[in-house]
């Protein structure tokens, strides 16, 4: 399993000539270490509250526990689809029967390529919602990794719908890009928008005061 793997080891693949792991399943990884840095910051900021806050850091932290679960799954189960694709392309193509047979099984081999990514999508946006509630609830020792922490979303985000759209590219069933579309843009631009306002609030509340230290 590729997210058993030392950090070492897994960036020696992703450097190499194999296809497998590729930008999907990196992306994921980020998403997940982005999520990560939000449960770190709600971690340090549990026990210095009480009452309504307390209770939704705990919140946040059961969310971004599960949150963080779902994406190292996906860290391998991309890996895994884009495997399926490779299957194909080694199929036979010298008669018309095997040429119209592969070019089926590349068609589903894409649509299930798709939904991977398009889930580590979605997931992206949830956790960029709970970077979001960090940014009023954690604690301001720790400001600069919720910033970082909406980085790294808002970078995997991009890298999901990038490894959607170059899938959809590939299929000719339209009303199934459409759908998906119909999701995925909203999506991207909703999750493109958080991680510039989290890290432009992040920033702004990190630069010196005027007349600081004059």
């Not at 270490?33 to 210095?48: C, D, E, I, Q």
């Amino acid at each position: 399993m590729v997210r058993k793997e030392r950090v070492e080891e897994y960036t020696a693949r992703l450097a190499s000539g194999e296809p497998i792991p590729g930008g999907g399943s990196a992306s994921a990884l980020v998403a997940a270490l982005g999520t990560a840095l939000g449960s770190m910051v709600a971690n340090l900021t549990v026990n210095k509250v009480q009452g309504e806050a307390a209770a939704a850091i705990e919140d946040i932290l059961r969310e971004g526990e599960a949150l963080q679960a779902k994406l190292l799954e996906l860290v391998d189960a991309d890996a895994e689809v884009f495997t399926g694709v490779a299957r194909v392309f080694k199929m036979p193509r010298t008669t018309e029967a095997e040429q119209a047979a592969r070019r089926e099984a590349m068609q589903q081999a894409l649509k299930e390529a798709a939904v991977v990514p398009m889930e580590a999508a979605r997931l992206c946006l949830k956790a960029l919602r709970l970077q979001e509630r960090l940014l009023e609830l954690g604690t301001p020792n720790a400001i600069s990794d919720v910033g970082v922490g909406a980085l790294f979303l808002g970078a995997a985000l991009r890298g999901a719908y990038l490894n959607v759209r170059i899938n959809l590219n590939g299929i000719k069933d339209q009303e199934h890009n459409a759908r998906l579309e119909g999701e995925l843009l909203p999506l991207l631009a909703e999750g493109e928008r958080l991680a510039e306002e989290i890290y432009c609030q992040v920033k702004r509340k990190l630069e010196p005061k005027k007349g600081a230290g004059a």
